[in-house]
């Protein structure tokens, strides 16, 4: 591919936690701003190209322990012999063979990685480069829903008392009743994300031969799914977590844009909100010798667009026909 795309994509998350810390409430900077980090957005496009059965190596799956016959996850060896089934990285160095499988892996294609097993130790930077995404909602608000289980805990479970006396009684406190838990949502937020690939990140892999480099069709399957998998990707907590705009700016290979979300406004209207990209047609228009294409996608049921840029082409972000 010969040339670097800019771009943005947009998530809206309506009575849902698009990514949670580690208290349960919507990650946000030490100064209250709230985002979402970029493993946020990447899971779901992993789940999905997993879900087509698409190779994936680096998303968590599940088998049982042989020692002892529990659920664990598996290691990152197990999950790579998984995949490629009949490839044993035991032993000596395999370092072209293994390189070859890895760069044949999507989520690895698009993102890169960073792989130590056994002999073989490489880090991968990946074509697709995603900052963080910031929320340009400012009313957000944190919602707290308490959740009763149908369940009562498992008597006696957690006694820390002493005596024998005390213990039958907490057993039977707790037989009498079920157990409480919380659901942390935020009303409403709108995530903007950052992004730039560039094809030049694998030019010391192609001359190894090891791929054929980051094509064409590598950034269809690319745009094509970061335009869906958070409308698609449906948990208890994302199911209100849709994909609500993008921007795909195809430029030369040797063009260099600044982080185009800062140039990025969200107001909430009363019928339409509204997202600004005066700001990023500012900067495009300057250097339209430089621009190739500009795909701007947008829920217009929900949304509408302040642009101006040169040439663009507007799309449906649900029925990607362009309006």
């Known amino acids: 591919?010969?040339?670097r795309v800019y771009g943005v994509i947009g998530i809206s998350s309506i009575m849902a936690n698009w990514n949670a810390d580690f208290s349960g409430y919507p990650?946000?900077?030490?100064?209250?701003d709230v985002y979402g980090s970029d493993k946020a957005l990447k899971y779901p496009m992993k789940k999905m190209w997993n879900d087509e059965g698409k190779k994936v190596l680096y998303i968590k799956s599940m088998t049982i322990s042989k020692k002892d016959g529990t659920l664990v996850p598996r290691t990152l060896r197990?999950?790579?012999e998984e995949i490629f089934k009949g490839f044993d990285l035991k032993g000596k160095k395999k370092a072209k063979e293994v390189l070859m499988n890895l760069m044949s892996a999507v989520d690895i294609k698009n993102f890169g990685a960073t792989f130590t097993v056994s002999d073989n130790k490489f880090s991968i930077t990946g074509a697709v480069q995603f900052g963080q995404g910031f929320n340009k909602y400012s009313d957000?608000?944190?919602e707290v829903q308490q959740i009763l289980s149908p369940f009562s805990t498992e008597a006696g479970k957690d006694s820390k008392k002493n005596s024998e006396e005390s213990k039958d009684s907490e057993k039977n406190e707790e037989a009498k009743n079920s157990t409480l838990g919380t659901k942390i949502t935020s009303d409403e937020a709108h995530y903007f994300y950052p992004f730039v690939i560039n094809p030049l990140a694998y030019k010391e892999l192609v001359s190894l031969g090891v791929t054929d480099g980051y094509t064409e069709e590598d950034y269809e399957n690319f745009k094509r799914t970061a335009l869906v998998s958070?409308?698609?990707y449906a948990t208890n907590a994302k199911e209100g977590c849709e994909n609500e705009f993008a921007i795909f700016v195809e430029t030369e290979i040797d063009?260099?844009?600044p982080n185009l979300s800062e140039y990025i406004s969200f107001e909430k209207g009363d019928k339409l909100n509204t997202i600004d990209i005066s700001g990023v047609a500012e900067i495009l228009n300057n250097i339209g010798d430089r621009i190739k294409d500009v795909e701007v996608y947008f829920n217009p049921h929900t949304t509408k667009i302040v642009s101006g840029i040169k040439g663009e082409?507007?799309?449906d972000i649900i029925t990607q026909k362009e309006v």
């Open 78 to 80: 197990d999950r790579y």
């Open 230 to 232: 958070a409308t698609a």
């Open 27 to 32: 990650k946000s900077t030490q100064n209250g």
């Open 140 to 142: 957000i608000n944190p």
């Open 255 to 257: 063009t260099y844009l």
């Open 313 to 315: 082409k507007l799309y």
């Open 1 to 3: 591919m010969n040339k």
